[in-house]
């Protein structure tokens, strides 16, 4: 059975240009940040071949997100808190990515989204496996590689198993993308709540008993969710919003 890789372009790319970047210090007040984007893309390409023959793939689709957000027409301030730089290499090794692998954007998705899609629908032929640094990724049911854990292998995520992760996700939030989760619900405390009876049922009583309504709670959900193949209309290029 052929096996083909979805990679987190986004992330990818941004470690291996982080990771090439150089203060220099001229003498007296002046610096400069040195950044070469040759080495970036050797490491970036060297690491591709590299899981191809690790997890023994096939071929390899790097996904990107798009300009535009589905979750911010959902919640506004949904990572309205990152100011931080992209590193000066991206753009080019992001160009070189482009050029060089089978790369796919899908409209007002992020490449998480675009991952869990092609992980959960019929367009990518095969076994499929995520490989990301994310977390978030295990509230889609998909087999699931962490690079920066290789003594975990290639974790089965099941459909019960990502619909809780989800339902803890829109617990706790994620203070990094912008959104709260329910007050003052941590992993432990969701873990609690979701442990004999791991229901919408669950999370919308967290919520009212925190002094929030369900449609709080739902605007979380739907932020929290990582789209699957059920969730995007690729005719109207439209999310279909997450409900109970």
């Given at each position: 059975?052929?096996?083909?890789?979805?990679?987190?372009?986004?992330?990818?790319?941004?470690?291996?240009?982080?990771?090439?970047?150089?203060?220099?210090?001229?003498?007296?007040?002046?610096?400069?940040?040195?950044?070469?984007?040759?080495?970036?893309?050797?490491?970036?390409?060297?690491?591709?071949?590299?899981?191809?023959?690790?997890?023994?793939?096939?071929?390899?689709?790097?996904?990107?997100?798009?300009?535009?957000?589905?979750?911010?027409?959902?919640?506004?301030?949904?990572?309205?808190?990152?100011?931080?730089?992209?590193?000066?290499?991206?753009?080019?090794?992001?160009?070189?990515?482009?050029?060089?692998?089978?790369?796919?954007?899908?409209?007002?998705?992020?490449?998480?989204?675009?991952?869990?899609?092609?992980?959960?629908?019929?367009?990518?032929?095969?076994?499929?496996?995520?490989?990301?640094?994310?977390?978030?990724?295990?509230?889609?049911?998909?087999?699931?590689?962490?690079?920066?854990?290789?003594?975990?292998?290639?974790?089965?995520?099941?459909?019960?198993?990502?619909?809780?992760?989800?339902?803890?996700?829109?617990?706790?939030?994620?203070?990094?993308?912008?959104?709260?989760?329910?007050?003052?619900?941590?992993?432990?405390?969701?873990?609690?709540?979701?442990?004999?009876?791991p229901t919408w049922e669950r999370v919308?009583?967290?919520?009212?008993?925190?002094?929030?309504?369900?449609?709080?709670?739902?605007?979380q959900a739907r932020v929290a969710r990582?789209?699957?193949?059920?969730?995007?209309?690729?005719?109207?290029?439209?999310?279909?919003?997450?409900?109970?």
């Open positions: 059975m052929k096996t083909t890789l979805l990679i987190d372009g986004d992330v990818f790319v941004y470690r291996h240009t982080s990771a090439v970047e150089t203060p220099i210090h001229w003498g007296d007040d002046l610096w400069t940040l040195h950044s070469d984007a040759g080495e970036a893309t050797q490491r970036l390409d060297i690491q591709l071949k590299s899981l191809v023959q690790e997890l023994e793939a096939d071929s390899v689709i790097v996904t990107f997100s798009s300009s535009l957000n589905f979750r911010n027409s959902v919640l506004p301030s949904y990572k309205g808190n990152r100011t931080r730089r992209k590193p000066v290499a991206y753009s080019a090794v992001r160009k070189h990515c482009l050029e060089t692998h089978t790369c796919m954007t899908l409209p007002f998705l992020e490449a998480d989204d675009t991952m869990g899609i092609l992980a959960t629908g019929r367009r990518v032929k095969g076994r499929r496996i995520v490989v990301t640094i994310d977390k978030d990724l295990k509230s889609v049911p998909c087999n699931f590689y962490n690079p920066l854990k290789p003594e975990e292998g290639v974790l089965v995520i099941s459909k019960a198993e990502a619909d809780i992760n989800h339902l803890t996700q829109t617990l706790t939030g994620d203070a990094t993308d912008g959104y709260r989760g329910c007050p003052g619900v941590g992993a432990k405390k969701a873990a609690k709540i979701l442990a004999a009876d919308k009583e967290a919520y009212e008993d925190s002094g929030l309504n369900e449609a709080e709670a739902l605007t990582i789209c699957r193949a059920s969730d995007y209309n690729f005719k109207q290029k439209q999310v279909r919003l997450w409900t109970p």
